[in-house]
């Protein structure tokens, strides 16, 4: 076997049948998961236990972080939703119509994380508008996570079921 078939097979575009695949979709999620608008979780389980200086850091990178995402939705907040739109119908389109599995990883990697965005733009309104602090901050934060990890359990089953089709369809043919 030469370096340059060893290379191939490493580096596959065939992306169901590639472990790289399923590791960065097992990272994205559970990056995703940990990291709540910005906020890592750990820091809402301390500020929930001990109180004082824990509850003051948490409340304060959620606001930066809150305004920061409120400030990049007003101002380009269209121009975005334009661009993700377009890219994820190109993907579309290119996966499922016109049968590019790669493209389809990637729809099936962005669809979802396209949707926890919009979710994380609500929840940073609804913390901005509530002027959330203390534990109902915690509590608007983890209920995020848990919507977020609902959102990541669907689509990697719905990404597994689908590699497994894909897998075995070509195996068939």
């Known amino acids: 076997m030469d370096w340059y078939t060893s290379i191939f097979e490493l580096i596959d575009m065939r992306s169901f049948s590639n472990l790289w695949f399923w590791i960065a ?3 994205v999620w559970s ?6 608008l910005g906020v890592p979780y750990d820091m809402v389980t301390r500020a929930r236990r001990q109180q004082g200086q824990a509850v003051a850091d948490l409340e304060d990178i959620a606001r930066v ?3 920061r995402l409120l400030y990049i939705a007003r101002v380009s907040g269209l121009w975005l939703l334009g661009l993700g739109c377009f890219i994820l119908s190109g993907l579309a389109v290119l996966g ?3 049968r590019i599995e790669f493209a389809q990883a990637l729809f099936l990697l962005g ?3 396209s949707v926890v965005g919009l979710l994380s733009l609500s929840t940073a309104r ?4 509530e002027q959330s602090t203390g534990e109902l901050l915690c509590k608007r934060l983890t209920r995020h996570r848990i919507y977020t990890q609902m959102i990541g359990t669907l689509s990697i089953f719905v990404t597994a ?8 369809s070509i195996g068939v043919l």
């Open 96 to 98: 499922f119509y016109y």
């Open 31 to 36: 990056t995703t998961s940990h990291w709540v």
């Open 65 to 67: 972080n809150v305004n």
């Open 126 to 129: 609804l913390i901005e508008v």
């Open 111 to 113: 669809f979802p994380m």
């Open 25 to 27: 979709l097992a990272v």
């Open 161 to 168: 079921l689908w590699g497994m089709y894909q897998n075995i």
